[in-house]
């Protein structure tokens, strides 16, 4: 876990209220895909937690969409401002879980975090299959990046203006080696229910401190209250225990 100063490369609109932050600045905390970075803004007192899309080198990619005043102003910052950056929070996947032919599953904002986990999985020399559900088409983003990398993709949206209508879990395929997801917990609850073989979940949660002091984003599990920030924010399904 590191506090770091980045410098913004580019910050732009890639779909419906959803941008795309390109950063520069110590990615060395950052271990593992599916971790999240915690990011301070002026005049704001919680710090906005925002999953990690890309690494390269000294260059951060961040996906997030303007939900709030705080998300509204970082989307209204420009090339060469800076931003402090608690970097390297969270889990993170586990790939040595995954099989010959992974299955990857997004909703929504739960979709940036899968695409460095495709590109690892395909640096390991797995299949990678990839299911991405939106509300609607203007709100589709990725479809071609994973599709760049080699990843089998297919899109899902609610109304049925792109892709195949319906949720993710309409689109399942019969033969998949394990499966990964990250979405909002209705999603991730519909995904427990239909997939049949064992996966990861990466749990979005509303964050104070992003780091496990603060106990605001615990859940329930088999083993007892865990903290989505610290010992998250992915949970493998048997340890799941959902919550009316």
Do not use: H
Request: charge should be negative; charged fraction near 25%.
């Amino acid at each position: 876990m590191k506090d770091c100063i980045f410098t913004i490369k580019s910050n732009e609109l890639i779909a419906e209220n959803v941008y795309k932050l390109i950063l520069q600045g110590d990615t060395d905390g950052i271990t593992n895909c599916g971790q999240f970075v915690n990011i301070k803004l002026d005049g704001f007192y919680l710090r906005r937690p925002i999953s990690v899309c890309d690494l390269q080198g000294d260059l951060l990619t961040l996906i997030y969409k303007v939900v709030g005043k705080g998300t509204e102003a970082l989307s209204k910052m420009e090339a060469c401002e800076t931003l402090t950056i608690l970097t390297g929070l969270g889990n993170g996947y586990d790939l040595e879980k995954s099989g010959g032919a992974p299955l990857l599953i997004g909703g929504g904002v739960g979709v940036p975090p899968l695409y460095l986990l495709a590109k690892k999985l395909i640096a390991k020399g797995c299949t990678v299959s990839v299911i991405l559900g939106f509300n609607t088409e203007k709100e589709v983003f990725l479809e071609e990046e994973f599709k760049k990398l080699g990843c089998n993709t297919v899109v899902t949206t609610v109304d049925g203006s792109y892709g195949i209508k319906g949720f993710v879990t309409d689109a399942l395929p019969e033969d998949y080696s394990y499966f990964y997801t990250c979405g909002p917990e209705p999603m991730l609850k519909a995904v427990y229910k239909s997939t049949g073989t064992s996966g990861q979940f990466s749990f979005e949660e509303r964050m104070g401190c992003g780091f496990g002091a603060c106990m605001g984003c615990s859940c329930k599990t088999v083993t007892g209250y865990k903290r989505i920030c610290k010992d998250g924010p992915v949970l493998e399904k048997e340890e799941i225990l959902w919550e009316d």
